[in-house]
Structures are given as C-alpha cells and as structure tokens.
C-alpha cells in the first residue's frame, strides 16, 4: 500500500527529458525487456488497432471485438509485417531466417 502511494505521487512530478531517455534505454537495451526478446509491433487503423506480438497477431476492434490469429509460418509474418504494417522489408535478404525463429519459438504467448 505504501510503495503504491508514494507511485502515484511520482506520478504527478514534472518529467524531464533525461527521465524518458533513461527508461527508453533500459526497455530497448535490457537483456530482459519484451523489446529485446520479443518481435512486437502495433498500429492504429480507423475502425481497430492492430498488435503484434512475436507471431500472434490481435486486431482489437472499437465495439471491443477481438481477433487473434496465430501465425504459423514465416510468409505469414512476413505478409502482415508488409501488409498491415506496411513495412518495407525487401534490404532485409536474412529476414525469412529470423522470422522463421520467432515462429517455431512461440506457440502465441
């Protein structure tokens, strides 16, 4: 309760720019932050919002409807990788490889 308390008046102080580079560092660069182990990615669309998270994809509707699809091959990353988050992926010769890893590592999790 005391640690929660003295969390929320944190909260209200003036941030600087040194504390936003700070914690960007710690969660690009730590060896345990999901953005250094995991492939995420996520775009807003008029009617949803579109997360990826290593190879499932959730579309998150506005009436609060879910879609999750497991992605189970590298093309299928791929694809929605270009598609719906429109990336350029074509320098990336080696990226099939990699992306191949993330789908045989997770089973959606």
């Given at each position: 309760?005391?640690?929660?308390?003295?969390?929320?008046?944190s909260?209200?102080?003036e941030?600087?720019?040194?504390?936003y580079?700070?914690?960007?560092?710690?969660?690009?660069?730590?060896?345990?932050?999901?953005?250094?182990?995991?492939?995420?990615?996520?775009k807003?669309?008029?009617?949803?919002?579109?997360?990826?998270?290593?190879?499932?994809?959730?579309?998150?509707?506005?009436?609060g409807?879910?879609e999750?699809?497991?992605l189970?091959?590298?093309?299928?990353?791929?694809a929605?990788?270009?598609?719906v988050f429109?990336?350029?992926?074509?320098?990336l010769?080696?990226?099939?490889?990699?992306?191949?890893?993330?789908?045989?590592?997770?089973d959606?999790?």
């Amino acid at each position: 309760m005391y640690n929660s308390f003295i969390l929320a008046i944190s909260a209200l102080n003036e941030q600087q720019i040194p504390d936003y580079e700070v914690s960007n560092w710690y969660v690009s660069t730590h060896p345990n932050s999901l953005f250094v182990t995991s492939l995420i990615a996520a775009k807003p669309a008029l009617h949803c919002r579109y997360a990826l998270r290593n190879n499932q994809l959730t579309v998150h509707y506005l009436d609060g409807r879910l879609e999750r699809h497991i992605l189970s091959k590298a093309a299928e990353l791929r694809a929605v990788l270009e598609d719906v988050f429109c990336l350029n992926l074509e320098a990336l010769p080696d990226l099939n490889r990699a992306l191949q890893q993330v789908v045989e590592g997770f089973d959606g999790k």
